[in-house]
């Protein structure tokens, strides 16, 4: 999975490249409009994550370009701008998603995946851990031949994780990607022990949830 | 009451009182009149009838045989009389008095003129008589014209100042309605001018522009230094939280290394959280947002209703969902009315004791789709609620270490979307009240 990262602040750059990189997808970068013209007239994406804000020019002019492209690239527009315009605008000039900085990585990673899942047209997406199988595109979950009944939001923590699988997630990311942040809860973080204790049970009933782990004093863990 | 209200009260006041003045008086006026005419009247028969004698002598009306009776004459109808006769005195001058006479056995006053004058070297009393019942009759006659033009004078002074004032004030309604009542934010204001051609008015209205001029300057000041400072701040915190991440997915990180980063994970997120409701209050401030949306607000509470059930029970709270009629709400936003609501129920949760209870419920109030969430819970402090209505950003419960943003931006949201919101500490906790406006 090829990307070009177009971003001109270098510490993000580095984060987001390693990040890519460790999760097996090779990572081009551009800093500059131009730059990343030139990358994107040679070489073929998967995906593009876009910064608008770029020193010789607005990120939202290479959106008319990528839509040029033979096999159109996914677009994910990551910015510090948050007006209704610039989102709306890039949403109609063919951009995938809009992710508000400083946003998180998984968070990205996650909406990466749910492009993917959205492109490869309705193709079933299962994972299945032990005898429980994860349908990420119905949004269901079954133990063998039974439908275990989930709400919205223990079904979106569920898939965080399975998503992020082998890997620790704190509190404080599985907050993020259940209510945005605006809001105003320190709370919030410990809602999420309830949640995967509510998720342990109505799972815990069909068979064994050993695979959902608790990382003493960091988080949870999907280990598969 | 109202300036033109009060204008009518003294208008009709002042004319009702010169009028009574004029009513009270008239009669008097009326008789003072009548008796003059009468009296000029009487002079002016006295001088035909002088003109008579000197003319053609006392025979015309006495003649010599009768000279010891005299003369007497009353018209048809006994309104008026003459009476000459023979005396031995001479007035001084001519006297008008009134007189009661017996005729036909009814008793008739008469206003009557006497004079005295030589014919033929003898004396004689001329007394001319005109009766006061027709003195009456004209005085009746003009007092009710008077009575009847002066109500007619009233009525019409009345609806003709009743329609000036409010012509005169209408420009004041104007500005009061369209431009002040009718805004809920500085922004909303709108600079038209209003069209008048009475003077004060016009300086009210361009005053008030000029204020309202500085007053948005000032927000969108603010608005824009919130707006750079947040943007400013986010590029470095998402450095800072994808490093965090980068590490925190390290292998080489021990145990105690990570719960450090998860920390560093928590104080991030708080800065991510408070730039973020500070770019949001300034947004919704400045109607950033679209609402062109509808939203099904039962389905948006059951949405609530799932999301929180399971973390009120864990907490021992008995959350309900009560009555949720299907309701659409149209020309809405939906993500700033499910923060809205959301923060409400979140609050609830958070200040309810275990054992507590918490009732949601939609439905129609007075016409009004009404959002209602209630809880047995602490209340919230009058000095807080106090500090939020009046717009503070950056208020601090210091007991419990909370921002109060949740707070701030329900409010800023239920004004954004015409929400009346509605928190009361009641005696068994808080009820807050989302009413929206009729559709």
Not at chain 2, 20 to 26: D, Y
Request: proline share 2%; with cysteine; net charge negative.
């Amino acid at each position: 999975m090829r990307v070009l990262l177009v971003e001109d602040e270098p510490q993000l750059v580095k984060e987001i490249k390693y990040f890519l990189d460790a999760d097996n997808y090779i990572c081009d970068v551009a800093s500059r409009v131009k730059e990343a013209s030139e990358s994107i007239a040679v070489n073929p994406y998967d995906f593009i994550l876009l910064d608008l804000g770029l020193p010789d020019g607005d990120g939202m002019d290479l959106l008319e370009e990528i839509g040029k492209c033979k096999d159109m690239p996914s677009v994910i527009i990551l910015t510090a701008r948050s007006e209704v315009d610039d989102k709306i605008k890039g949403l109609q000039m063919g951009a995938d998603d809009y992710l508000s900085k400083p946003f998180s990585l998984l968070e990205l990673k996650a909406r990466m995946q749910a492009i993917l899942r959205r492109k490869s047209g309705f193709k079933k997406d299962r994972i299945s851990i032990n005898d429980f199988t994860i349908d990420l595109s119905a949004k269901s979950v079954h133990y063998l031949a039974d439908e275990i009944k989930l709400t919205g939001k223990e079904f979106s923590l569920l898939q965080f994780l399975v998503i992020n699988k082998n890997r620790v997630l704190n509190r404080f990311q599985l907050a993020e990607h259940l209510w945005g942040d605006h809001l105003d809860d320190d709370y919030q973080s410990n809602y999420i022990d309830v949640h995967i204790k509510n998720i342990r049970k109505k799972l815990g009933a069909f068979g064994s949830t050993d695979w959902l782990e608790t990382v003493r004093g960091l988080g949870y863990k999907v280990k598969i | 009451m109202k300036l033109s209200a009060k204008f009518l009260i003294y208008n009709f006041l002042s004319k009702g009182v010169l009028l009574m003045v004029f009513l009270i008086s008239g009669p008097y006026l009326i008789e003072f009149l009548a008796v003059n005419n009468t009296d000029r009247l009487l002079q002016e028969k006295k001088e035909e009838v002088i003109a008579i004698i000197e003319q053609d002598g006392i025979e015309r009306f006495i003649s010599e045989e009768n000279r010891d009776i005299g003369y007497g004459s009353y018209n048809l109808l006994k309104e008026e009389y003459i009476l000459i006769e023979r005396v031995n005195f001479l007035y001084a001058s001519d006297t008008i008095f009134v007189e009661q006479r017996i005729l036909d056995e009814t008793s008739v006053s008469y206003r009557v003129l006497a004079s005295t004058f030589l014919a033929e070297d003898e004396v004689y009393l001329m007394e001319i008589g005109r009766s006061l019942e027709t003195i009456q009759d004209f005085k009746e006659i003009v007092f009710r014209i008077f009575v009847s033009v002066i109500l007619i004078f009233l009525i019409l002074s009345f609806l003709l100042d009743y329609r000036f004032s409010q012509r005169i004030m209408a420009p004041f309604h104007l500005i009061v309605g369209k431009k002040l009542s009718s805004i809920k934010e500085p922004q909303q204001f709108v600079h038209d001018k209003i069209v008048t051609n009475t003077e004060e008015f016009e300086t009210l209205d361009l005053a008030i522009s000029a204020m309202m001029r500085r007053i948005q300057k000032a927000f969108n000041q603010e608005r824009i230094f919130i707006s750079h400072a947040s943007h400013e701040l986010k590029t470095p915190i998402s450095i800072l939280q994808s490093k965090v991440e980068a590490m925190f997915g390290s292998e080489e990180i021990d145990h105690v290394q990570m719960e450090k980063l998860v920390d560093m994970q928590g104080t991030i997120s708080h800065m991510k959280k408070t730039v973020n409701a500070l770019l949001l209050i300034s947004k919704v401030n400045n109607a950033q947002f679209i609402k062109t949306e509808s939203v099904k607000c039962n389905e948006l509470l059951a949405e609530l209703f799932e999301d929180w059930e399971g973390i009120a029970k864990d907490k021992s709270i008995d959350l309900k969902l009560d009555q949720n009629p299907p309701y659409v709400l149209k020309n809405t936003n939906q993500s700033l009315l499910l923060m809205m609501v959301r923060n409400a129920i979140s609050n609830a949760i958070k200040y309810t004791p275990r054992g507590g209870c918490i009732r949601v419920f939609g439905e129609l109030m007075e016409g009004k789709y009404t959002i209602v969430v209630s809880d047995t819970g602490f209340g919230i402090p009058d000095e807080i609620l106090k500090q939020v209505k009046e717009g503070l950003v950056f208020l601090k419960d210091a007991e419990k270490d909370k921002s109060g943003f949740g707070m701030q931006l329900m409010f800023k949201i239920a004004v954004y979307l015409n929400v009346d919101l509605k928190i009361q500490n009641t005696e068994k906790g808080t009820r807050i009240e989302f009413a929206f406006p009729i559709q």
